[in-house]
């Protein structure tokens, strides 16, 4: 099956869902016919308010990851953001009531101030407008939900944090898989090594601290004889082996404000988690570990040499695939987001701007 890339320009949207046509999937996929596809796939083809032939997104997506040549012709798996100007303002609307009810008093001062009648010509004349506005323009960024993910991958890739010459001293490397949930990405990183599988917090926060010889603080890392280095409450740069093989991790303590050597150990049983890949590790470690559960959708999978922290639903589809809108890859994903926006030429967005433009007509 030959494949080639190509861009989706057509879809569909219908009740919160994205297909695509079927003809463009089997394309991508490398299937030589639109027929072929449709009776190798017969379950993921749809009719959607009477268009025949339609591939859900998702289960798109999860067809793409299963095939190599295809995902890497691609380059990334498909993502589409829908969202509705009217539905965000009339859902922020629809909060005005709790918002005069915590801040009434307010409303009635702002109403006199204008010279207004009352808070409701107020509200109509002024605070509609003004966050209509501001609804508009958080509307136009573009936000998606995957920019957590491509913070995760900053931190992954960040030197500065995993350095090289350190996790090669130390024996560990990085196994990284991506969790797609519909519109969301979310990274999952594991520190790998001989008798060592231990889950990362992949936090949103980078700090250095720059020493002279003396170990006094000084301004800039020019200055710096060395560098203290956090990653969160892990002092990941500064990881070291101790005088019996066991990996420790100088870790912060913010009640205390000290530094802990925190004691990762080794696994009992002899097993070198570099030699698989992170599937089979998780399987592995979730078998021999003990499970602690703190939260009531989360657990905490432990024993000596592991660590995991692992929403209940995760492990569940990773071991029975029974969530169709949950795909779970090894790796980095690269994926690509195209915001649209209706083009509205030169046409008031509001109905204020259309009355003081004066286009509205008699009777209508």
């Known amino acids: 099956m030959k494949t080639k890339h190509k861009s989706f320009d ?108 009352s808070v409701e010509e107020y509200i109509e004349r002024y605070d509609y407008p003004e966050e209509a506005k501001r609804i508009l323009r958080e509307f136009k960024k573009s936000e998606t939900k995957c920019e957590n993910y491509d913070k995760e991958v900053s931190f992954v890739m960040d030197q500065r ?17 991506t969790v797609i949930e519909k519109d969301k990405l979310d990274l999952q990183a594991f520190l790998v090594g001989d008798g060592i599988f231990y889950h990362l917090y992949l936090y949103d926060s980078y700090e250095e601290y720059y020493f002279d010889s003396n170990d006094n603080e000084v301004d800039s890392r020019e200055e710096a004889d060395h560098i203290e280095a956090y990653y969160g409450d892990e002092l990941l740069a500064q990881m070291y ?67 995991m922290h692992l929403d209940d639903s995760f492990v569940i589809q990773l071991a029975f695939h029974n969530d169709p809108e949950t795909v779970i890859v090894e790796g980095i994903v690269e994926y690509d987001i195209k915001n649209k926006i209706t083009k509205i030429k030169n046409l008031p967005v509001f109905p204020h701007e259309a009355q003081k433009e004066k286009i509205y007509r008699e009777g209508r």
């Not at 449709?38 to 997104?57: C, F, Q, R």
């Not at 798996?77 to 307010?106: C, Q, R």
């Open 241 to 307: 082996t101790n005088e019996v093989g066991e990996l420790c991790i100088p870790t912060y303590d913010d009640t205390t404000g000290d530094i802990t050597q925190k004691t990762i150990g080794r696994t009992v049983t002899s097993r070198d988690f570099r030699e698989y890949n992170v599937f089979e590790n998780l399987v592995w470690a979730i078998q021999n570990s003990v499970i602690d559960r703190d939260l009531v959708d989360m657990a905490a999978y432990s024993a000596p040499g592991i660590y």
């Open 161 to 177: 944090i995993f350095v090289p010459k350190v996790m090669a001293a130390n024996g560990v490397e990085l196994q990284l898989l």
């Open 10 to 117: 057509t879809k569909v949207f219908s009740k919160g869902r994205v297909y695509l046509p079927a003809s463009d999937c089997a394309e991508v996929l490398g299937y030589e016919t639109k027929e072929q596809f449709l009776y190798e796939n017969p379950g993921v083809v749809k009719t959607i308010n009477g268009i025949s032939d339609l591939v859900a997104e998702d289960d798109y997506n999860s067809l793409l990851v299963k095939t190599p040549k295809a995902f890497k012709v691609q380059r990334s798996i498909e993502m589409t953001k829908v969202t509705s100007l009217n539905a965000d303002i009339t859902s922020f609307f629809g909060m005005y009531h709790l918002k005069f009810a915590l801040a009434g008093p307010m409303y009635e001062a702002k109403a006199r101030d204008k010279g207004c009648e």
